[in-house]
């Protein structure tokens, strides 16, 4: 069984958490620190830590994420102006809760998509 994390607790509303939406295959929820007017999290409801770790029975889960993702856009009005959708995998990705999470972001106009560092790997 896949470790408990803090958006598995969230699922089970043992942590509040502005919940915008539910059903028995994902959760969405309001990030607690937006970087944009619009931040969501999309979590499937079971725990797979990575996008290294998904199996084809998450299938129907991860397909419901972007079904999800793009009703939650139109009802916040972004999805005509467009949104970005960010899944991070590990700590390079960025990657900081280890439960897979699609980002829903919008709201404004978002930038470039990365921003390059300096710093190399081994300068760490």
Known sequence: MAEETLFSKIVRREIAADIVYQDHLVTAFRDITPKAPTHLLIVPNHVIPTVNDVKSSDEQALGRMFTVAAKLAAEAGIAKDGYRLIVNCNEDGGQEV??????????????PMLSRKSSSKSDK
């Open 98 to 111: 280890f439960h897979v999470h699609m980002h829903l972001l919008g709201g404004e106009p978002l930038g």
